[in-house]
């Protein structure tokens, strides 16, 4: 299987989203999730970032992007303004969890949420060895990086229930970007790398 | 990189009348213009430069005669800058109600003979977007590739894209707002008293006392220039430098920043007119597109066309048009669905940060322009 620019969950990503769809992207990086789902899927498409270098590569792409700080929310932004807002490995460096969730589904009618999931079996693996883990999904040393949330799979589905998210689809990929298929959660949350979600409102 | 060089401007007549938003007309004027690089046969490489509160048509390189007279915003402009002379053509005048040529207070009045002064009718940003729209029919541009300004450039940029949203492939607006603050109403109105209660004011028609409001003038300007400034800049320039290295118990220039203010002020009181800086002062405070919409601004950038990209750029240490300002804008553009990217540059020089050269900045503009096709 061949990746968009060795991000397998931007595949999954364009699967979900449909032609002519306003998408948000928060924590856009240079744009490239959203260059692909306007190139793929002709979607009407902003991003959200906070770095500069990263500002000015969206530009440079031609993608809308807007300059804001995640943990501020999403004043800028209207209730049910998008029908996608997407969060692509960046819950696990957003401080405010539960607001940041509230938020994207108050603009969006759909989240789509992705992280690396910490109980994968190589991460487990390396605690038990002594060493935080290191890896394609979780790939900086404990002491560089943005992440401030190390969660898993179950736990993120906990925290769903609990603030009544409904989860309308689940992909959970390994380190090699391929699909995990497994009837129970548990060995999911075991065997998945990085996991991908879409999230609705309770009805 | 080198900038354009040698310029020269010229002066475009219009005869039809004006008709201003506050009722009054202007039966004819000019327009000193500048342009800069090449109308390409479609017309479609024109980017229009808005000027601020004391701008004029002189953007960008020096007269053959002048060669220390820098255009404004010279760092931005020429081959191989983010406005691109080799790829655009850059158009910049000097609004009407102006000092620098164009038709203002100190130019005569045709039914009197006699300077304007005080009788020139009050113009508005929408006045002057009207103005560039017949200045754009003269050179046959349909569309301008971009309309770019900072500060009250920037409220001409948003109006150029509102009032005449088909003629706008990209805006560029910088540093600037919506609509004023209280704060910022405050500041103009502490500027224009000094003015008009400068004994050389005669009710505005000072030219024909052979006088000129010269202390109000300075005043309004070493006023708006603290206003222009961060406190961290001007505290890292000036401090609490004396510039005899101890006090001398008087009211004479002591603080390096007393120096610098009175200096800033004399510069500008000798070639700027004060019936210009009230009127400018006075379009910044009325400037209120959402007035169109009993205030929602949201509906009137709804006014504004779907394929237009919008460029807004804040500075975080400018709080004369502060970030937040900027960000209403956004917001309004993405409540209707707009294509609409936003910066918020972190530069140390406050409001006068739009008038820097820095590499991101300038980066910014220079990627977002390299978008346009031609």
């Known amino acids: 299987m061949t990746h968009t620019l060795g991000r397998p969950d931007f595949d999954v990503i364009a699967s979900w989203v449909k032609p002519g769809h306003r998408v948000l992207d928060l924590g856009c990086g240079d744009g490239s999730l959203l260059k692909r789902l306007i190139e793929v899927r002709d979607v009407q498409g902003w991003g959200v970032e906070i770095d500069d270098a990263n500002i000015l590569a969206a530009v440079k792409q031609g993608i809308n992007v807007i300059q804001s700080n995640l943990e501020n929310g999403l004043a800028d932004f209207a209730d049910d303004a998008f029908d996608h807002v997407v969060l692509s490995r960046t819950l696990q460096t957003v401080r405010h969890t539960e607001t940041i969730l509230r938020e994207m589904l108050r603009v969006g009618k759909e989240a789509v949420v992705s992280f690396p999931n910490f109980a994968y079996w190589k991460n487990l693996r390396s605690v038990l060895d002594g060493r935080m883990p290191v890896s394609e999904d979780l790939p900086y040393q404990w002491y560089d990086s943005p992440n401030v949330r190390f969660f898993t799979l179950l736990d993120f589905e906990a925290l769903c229930t609990q603030m009544g998210l409904i989860i309308r689809e689940r992909q959970v990929l390994d380190e090699a970007g391929n699909p995990v298929v497994a009837d129970e959660a548990r060995d999911l949350n075991f065997l998945g790398s990085l996991a991908v979600y879409r999230l609705t409102r309770p009805r | ?374």
């Not at chain 2, 983010?82 to 045709?110: E, Q, Y």
């Not at chain 2, 450039?153 to 088909?166: D, F, H, K, N, V």
Request: some cysteine.
């Open chain 2, 1 to 374: 990189m080198p900038g354009i060089g040698v310029v020269e401007s010229q002066r475009i007549h219009f005869s039809e009348p004006l008709h201003l938003r506050s009722g009054g007309i202007l039966p004819s004027f000019d327009l000193a213009v500048e342009t800069y690089g090449t109308l390409n046969a479609a017309k479609s490489n024109a980017i229009l430069v808005c000027h601020a509160l004391s701008g004029h048509h002189h953007i960008a390189g020096h007269y053959a005669d002048q060669p220390n007279n820098i255009g404004w915003w010279d760092n931005i402009i020429g081959p191989g800058r983010p406005l691109d002379t080799d790829k655009f053509f850059i158009v910049g005048l000097n609004n009407p109600g102006g000092c620098h040529g164009s038709t203002g207070p100190s130019s005569l009045n045709p039914a009197t003979g006699k300077p304007w002064g005080a009788d020139f009718p009050m113009v508005a940003v929408v006045d002057w977007v009207n103005a560039q729209a017949r200045l754009a029919d003269v050179f046959g541009i349909d569309q301008w590739a971009a309309v770019m300004g900072g500060s009250l450039g920037g409220m001409q940029a948003l109006r150029w894209s509102i009032t005449y949203p088909e003629r706008v492939r990209n805006a560029l607006i910088i540093a600037s707002a919506p609509k004023l603050s209280a704060q910022n109403i405050a500041f103009n109105d502490v500027a224009r008293q000094a003015i008009l209660t400068d004994p050389d004011f005669h009710g505005g028609h000072y030219y024909e006392h052979g006088t000129r409001p010269l202390r109000g003038l300075r005043l309004a300007r070493m006023l708006g220039h603290i206003t222009y400034l961060s406190n961290d800049q001007m505290g890292e320039k000036f401090g609490r430098e004396l510039r005899n290295n101890a006090f001398s118990f008087d009211f004479d220039v002591e603080f390096e920043i007393e120096s610098y203010l009175r200096y800033q002020g004399d510069k500008f009181a000798g070639y700027f007119d004060a019936n210009t800086y009230l009127l400018m002062t006075k379009a910044l405070d009325y400037f209120d597109p959402a007035r169109l919409d009993d205030g929602d601004l949201v509906k009137t950038m709804a006014r504004t066309h779907a394929e237009t990209n919008f460029l807004v750029a804040s500075f975080t240490t400018d709080w004369r048009f502060s970030p937040a300002r900027s960000r209403e804008i956004v917001a309004a553009l993405l409540a209707n669905g707009r294509k609409v990217s936003y910066a918020e540059i972190d530069l140390n020089y406050g409001h006068d940060s739009f008038l820097m050269e820095d590499a991101h900045y300038h980066g910014l503009v220079a990627a977002f322009l390299g978008n346009i096709k031609l």
